[in-house]
């Protein structure tokens, strides 16, 4: 999910970009900028989804994953976003509609600046080597 005009929610899509480019060929990578529908008929039509956001948070950890199929996203995430609904919305919503898939995980990698028109800042740039290898790792093991 991302908004590539608002600097540091750019990362999902520059990530995909990369595993798009890079020929992956055991997963399919899906840019999605939030829309809802969007993301219920990638949720429903997949065993297993790796959602990657952009997230404004306290947290002092960059990186943090979380089991959605499982756990509820904490409750700090599912309010604002620069998408119609948060992620932690559009999971529930799917969950209540039964529409949530086998495997369901959330990568939020913490952003820095959402400004409209600004670019990727230099922080979340670092972080896309680690992101790659870590959906990679995810795909190869199941």
Request: net charge negative; glycine share 8%; no cysteine.
């Amino acid at each position: 999910m991302a908004n590539p005009n608002r600097g540091d929610d750019a990362f999902s899509w520059i990530v995909a970009d990369q595993l798009i480019s890079g020929g992956e060929t055991l997963f399919s990578v899906i840019k999605s900028s939030g829309d809802i529908t969007d993301l219920l008929d990638i949720f429903s039509s997949h065993r297993k989804v790796i959602v990657l956001d952009a997230m404004e948070t306290d947290d002092l950890v960059p990186i943090k994953k979380w089991d959605a199929k499982e756990d509820s996203l904490p409750a700090s995430l599912s309010g604002t976003s620069s998408h119609v609904l948060g992620v932690g919305q559009a999971i529930e919503l799917s969950r209540a509609l039964d529409k949530i898939p086998d495997e369901l995980i959330v990568i939020g990698v913490k952003g820095v600046n959402f400004q409209m028109g600004e670019e990727l800042s230099s922080g979340m740039r670092s972080m896309i080597p680690e992101v790659i290898a870590y959906v990679r790792q995810e795909f190869a093991t199941s």
